[in-house]
């Protein structure tokens, strides 16, 4: 019998001026097989598709190289891993493993930080909304309580007075470095002397205990310089505090908004061309706060509470093809089993999509939808793909970030997560949910009742 | 069974390259794309094409024809093909 | 020696590559080969008899940074490149940061510094400027309709509102300036740059500076016509010492390394000079260099392949040129060639 050849979808393109060119945008020369040696397939075969991978190498790696980058430049550093960003039990734990502190913006997530292990006062509780009960339970822990604003300020007074507490806080301060938007909605404003207001109100008060000043100053930052101006301006505060009223703080926090490798949708130029490295930020930090002269006892602890940079391109999706369409426009499309409600950062990114088997060569522009019945579920409205047939598996890098937070069960539900351990063994660490997970918490009337029980 | 036609004057070129006489207008197909266009050119069916392929790739018969009809719609998109 | 160039995209608003490899090749010293390179199979560049000894389509930095150094080490395999200028503003940055990756393969390159790229970014040349005592209009940074309302605190109308990368309406009154603003800011984001409108005659610098702060060499040209999109079609040498003055300065005081453009305005009001804009790479005009007695394309070969390079002294004052629309023809099987194989040897 002779030989058959390799068969590849027919196609055909008609060239357009401005892009004619063969070699344009395809960044898909080559298939991705596996993530840290495990194979993609297994992973399906073991957990289903959609499937959330995460790598405990790569974590580590990049906390450790983290700290090492702003070691090497600074003396006293402390990182506090961003609940928000992915809060799953498996990631903070390695994240606290690895020393970091927890830093937390919600009374769920500052009970999960402590049924973990963290102790009391290496949890930073920051953001607008903390509940009273919270703000009570963080003090008794000796928690750094960093207050956004001044009714905060009175309520945690009143508590500490009432509770005969000395509370442990810091302010968020906002300000104006240089990039856009500002984010005055969170904190005191440095400019107009309002967090200069907050740090007079809170050293005469006898229940409270100043420890540090906290910024962050934006998400996703491109701009190096934006921390120094910050940093600087943080350590000049911490200075004149220790001028004025003879007090020194302990630490300067400088939050988080590190870019990661994800390139944003209106972005022309991709991330890697752009963001500046870990290095590039740590030297604008540390140069700002050196820029302020400290005596060496004076030196605050610098916290970070990166978490996008350090947890993005540690996470994986899996996806399915499910279907191949043609557009009324003669565009072709893609519908594959992963939804915006999974993957939420398709709403701000041009997500990086690798095919996982051999395909041919010929490139499309291609959108790639998701399974949910809504129009908006769009993973990526124009991506250069070759042809790739139903059952084919695709994988979306770069999606440790934000979507193991803010995914929700909406028409699918949330699927597998598993870690990829750094001996190569796959652990489930969150389990796909199902319909008895979803009704656990719905309670029917009696009335509506349509089978008698 | 209706039969499907090129318009006159359509060649494609080894290298896959189709230039469009009338019109100016200019095309790349890969591989597969360039043997289905010259199998029309000589007037094979759809039926030929089909047995063609199955017989001489790694293909099943479902995916061929499903790829062959959306390769047909694509051609009478740029109007490339006339059906009658 | 073989020198790759990009930017073949001789078109109404013209790409530098073709200029540049004139340049080169009329120096009396270089031997060797020039190799295009190009994003384009339209790209008039493509289509030059004796131009280039041969082309090549690459993709877009845009399409990701290992896909663009895989197809460039890819025609290093098969032409053995000592050397490449990138010429277009969009690909340096993707130019930075393989460069040590070409360097390894044996290709050097001499570009400007991440942070020199940004120096000269349009929301930052005006504080780097004023630091430096270089007159520029004035400057507001809009991020919301509100900030508008100080243009008539800080200047009269008519005012220039620009965008952040290209782009720019000359508006008479607040309620053209909320329009320009709105149009603005779809597209380009913020911040959006309100300018100070200056009437007067445009002048332009191309220069070199060898990365130490050293100015390699400069010539001023003042454009003679401009076309409806604001390219000079026609230009003259003349000598300015003011201008040459602040080129120096700015190379200096950045320790600019490449070539670059500035632009300069000079109020029909005042007679000062202001600078409008900094082009961190030669400009599609830069032939006249060469022919007015500075070879730069060639210097800064020289000076990226590690030669020693003396500054030039002066320059001929009075050399014109005068752009020409001028159109090549080539055959469908050309096209065809570069546009399905990527490669074009004419």
Redesign the interface.
Known sequence: MKKKLRYERPTITKQYSGLMNKFGSSSLSRPTVDIDGVSIKSLCEGYGSPLFVISEKKIRQNQKNAFRIFKNRYPKVQFAWSYKTNYLDAVCSVFHQEGSWAEVVSDFEYDKARKLGVKGEHIIFNGPAKSEAGLLNAMKNKSKIHIDHFDELFLISELAETNNIRAEVAIRINMDVGIYPIWDRFGFNFENGESWQAINRIIQNKNLKLVGLHTHIGTYVMSAEAYRIAAYNLAGLCKRIKNEFNVSLEYLDLGGGFASHNTLIGQYLPAEQLVPSVEQYADAITNGIFDVSFKSEDLPTLILETGRALIDDAGFLITSVITNKRLTSGKRAVIIDAGVNILFTSFWYKHNIQLCQNSGVHTEDTAIYGPLCMNIDCITESINLPSINRGDKLLIKYVGAYNMTQWMQFISMRPNVVMIMENGKVELIRKAENLDYLLEQELLPKKLKLIPV | MSKIHLIENLAVSDSGFLFLHTTGETFTLNKTGSEIVRMLRSRKSKEEILKFFTENYIVDTNTIEKDFEELVAQLKFYSLVTEK | MKIAVTGLNAIDSPGPGVPVIRSIKDAKDFKGEIIGLS????DPGLYIEKLTSKSY???????????FL??LLAIHKIEKLDFIIPTLD?EL??FI?IQDKLLEAGIKLFLPTFEQL?IRSKDKLFNFCTKQGIKVPKNILA?NISNLHSIQNNFSYPVVLKGI?YEAYIVNNFDEAVVAFNKLKQKW???IIVQEYIKGDEFNVVGLGDGTGKTIGAVVMRKLYITDKGKGWSGVTILDKTLLGVSNKFILTSKWKSGLELEFIKSAATGEYFLLEINPRFPAWVYLAPNAGQNLPWALVKLGMDEKVTSFSNYEIGKMFVRCAWDLITD?KV???I????ELKL
Request: aromatic share 20%; glycine share 8%; no cysteine.
């Open positions: 994003y384009d199979s339209l389509l690459i993709p877009y930095p845009s399409s990701g940074l290992e896909y895989e197809r969009s940055y993707a940061k940004e991020t990368f984001g913020f911040p469908m096209f065809e060639k546009s399905t194989t990527g």
